[in-house]
């Protein structure tokens, strides 16, 4: 009786284990899980029951499909989310337990339930360090954000290295004799998920350059339509300004209607030098953009720097970075009012600056200014107070940086965003 005591309380430490593991690599503390503790305790249950009733290899396998079952019910994530999680825990306590076991062996305890008792007791508080002082939330997001080819190859060895487990406690097969056959197995499979994974990347790629192409073709159609009239007026503007001279007689007079009809050009042209710029979907958003910005009766003054931009990011994901910065420029400042967005690129990176109207910066705003939620807008404060944080973690994404600052013109604070990725 006093081992089977035990054997339950080693079973619910390994529960502990994992709970530990997988809320510190998910990133989730265990009182924002769904039921952790109740869920355990079923799952505790459970399977204390189940495994007296079935004490063969289908008991076995009915005991991991309940843990994991029971994981990815706590979680409350995707189904691909919590089966890495799972099986990063699993190989986690398992590499622990393994240290433990081979000290162990250094010590000639005979009692065995006792030893493995204090195994895993030991490899509990191991656990609990661990989590406290590793951030293994961080490497599990370079993981889950990186390729899918890591993920279905530590998926793939799992599910080898449980039917080996299985092969080994269940059969009496000698394992050594098959480790050809799943090796070869072994290969197979990381060739075909290798092809597999290689024909959707580039299926998903042509989907995704589609779907941008729909997006924001019309944005281009509209800029060359915009330019395209423009162009049939240029003559008519040409013969105003030469006539100029016969309705000026004077030299002032006509060097004051020279520089106002140039400024009135100048000013009425310089949308098209978003036509010079290298990337094509982000001159038709930017145009796209300063039409929504005329009809709020707002201005969006656009300087272009460099028309050879470069950047680390994708275009589509600059779309996204530009959307942010206008739009909260735009709706920080009123009607009649103007902001300015300057483009340029160095080191291989592209640089957008916006400068608008704007409150001062306290320590206190800039502290809380990226955070999920936090909006300086008083009105429709629901729809409001993630587009900063969607910024922060597109840019960080890309190792790019965010400069947020005061600038001052005569007697107005100006509020700075530059983004460098």
Not at 40 to 69: D, E, K, M, Q, T
Not at 83 to 105: C, G, H, P
Not at 309 to 331: C, F, K, Q, T
Request: glycine share 4%.
């Amino acid at each position: 009786m006093p081992d089977i005591i035990i054997e339950q309380l080693c079973f619910l430490l390994e529960l502990i284990c994992y709970l530990t593991l997988i809320s510190s690599l998910s990133g989730i503390p265990i009182k924002k899980m769904r039921h952790p503790f109740i869920a355990l305790s079923s799952n505790f249950f459970i399977c204390s029951v189940l495994s007296y009733i079935f004490s063969n290899a289908l008991g076995w396998i009915i005991l991991c499909l309940c843990c994991f079952i029971t994981f990815s019910y706590i979680l409350h994530v995707s189904f691909f989310k919590s089966s890495i999680a799972y099986v990063l825990s699993y190989a986690l306590l398992s590499l622990i337990q393994d240290i433990v076991v081979m000290a162990f062996n250094r010590f000639s305890i005979q009692d065995k339930a006792f030893s493995s008792f204090l195994g895993s007791a030991i490899s509990t508080i191991l656990i609990l360090i661990l989590c406290r002082f590793i951030n293994l939330n961080k490497w599990f997001l370079l993981l889950m954000e990186g390729s899918l080819y890591p993920k279905y190859l530590i998926l793939h060895l799992y599910v080898l290295y449980m039917v080996e487990i299985g092969l080994s406690k269940y059969s009496a097969i000698n394992i050594n004799a098959l480790i050809p056959l799943i090796s070869f197995f072994t290969v197979i499979v990381l060739i075909t998920d290798i092809v597999i994974l290689s024909q959707q990347q580039i299926i998903s790629k042509q989907q995704h350059d589609l779907a941008n192409y729909n997006i924001y073709q019309p944005m281009m159609d509209d800029l060359i339509e915009d330019v395209t009239g423009r162009q049939h007026d240029f003559d008519n503007i040409l013969t105003g300004i030469r006539m100029l001279p016969y309705t000026h007689t004077d030299y002032s007079s006509l060097k004051e209607a020279l520089i106002s009809s140039s400024d009135e050009v100048i000013s009425e042209y310089r949308t098209t030098e978003l036509l010079k710029i290298n990337m094509f979907v982000i001159a038709g958003f930017i145009y796209s953009k300063q039409k929504q910005a005329e009809k709020a009766h707002k201005k969006l003054n656009i300087v272009v720097h460099s028309y050879l931009l470069e950047s680390r990011m994708p275009e589509y994901e600059l779309v996204r970075v530009l959307g942010i910065l206008i739009d909260n420029a735009l709706e920080a400042i009123s009607e009649h009012d103007s902001m300015t967005l300057h483009l340029d690129s160095r080191d291989g990176r592209i640089i957008i600056t916006t400068l608008n109207r704007g409150p001062l910066l306290t320590p206190e705003i800039r502290a809380k200014l990226f955070t999920a939620g936090y909006t300086t807008k008083t009105c429709d404060r629901q729809k409001h107070g993630l587009g900063l944080y969607n910024l922060r973690r597109l840019v960080f994404k890309y190792n790019g940086k965010i400069y947020l600052e005061n600038d001052y013109l005569l007697d107005d604070t100006l509020v700075r965003f530059e983004v460098m990725v």
